[in-house]
């Protein structure tokens, strides 16, 4: 929702982006090729399933294609190849551009250091027991994703992870804009994104009736934790 805001104003936002779906039906906003890229540097740090014997072990990690499923622990800082580096300027050195990927939490660290000019950084937040409850829907949902399974309580803690990694490694420095997915909902942020960013947005993009989600468990100590902060 806060990356389409910008889809008319003409910054670069991929070269291929992914198409609507029931999830997301006005669209994500997100570039195949980037997911790939972020991809590959986290399957090197994240297990991946596994069938022993005819079993299934280890339902709850991502593969090499769904690293936005990662649960990557604070201590660990990934480092990208030559090779990565270089796929990820090609991205970069397309002029103005405004990118989304839930992977940067983990890896925006290494995008910051190839990339060309100053950067801002939007990062959009909603209740955890939502966003948690949102990943369980999606696996669901997605074809692909019918033999993972994680727990409610994996669930808190993929966002609570995403969410620390942010603050304390990459948040500590930089032009940070934290919004609270309820307030671009009701447009209270909307004037503050477009006053941070310098850019024109699409005021209308926004779609309440898209907020399908309402909480059915209780979020982790953890989780509210993060979230309050």
Known sequence: ????????????QGQALHGPSPENPKGYFEDASINQINNRILSRYVPAPEVIDGQLYRADAPGGSNGWLSRLPLNTVPEATVEEKNAISE????GPFCLKDTRFCYLLDIWRDLAPGNLRFICVFRRPEVAALSVLRSLRMREGLFDVAMSVNQALDLWTLMYTHVLERHATSGGWLFVHYEDITNGKALPAIREFSGCPIDETFPD??????????????????????
């Open 1 to 12: 929702m806060t990356a389409g805001l910008f889809h008319a104003s003409g910054l670069y």
């Open 91 to 94: 991205h970069l050195n397309r």
């Open 208 to 229: 309440k009736t898209l907020n399908r989600t309402a909480p059915e468990f209780p979020p982790s100590d953890a989780a509210q934790a993060v979230f309050e902060r």
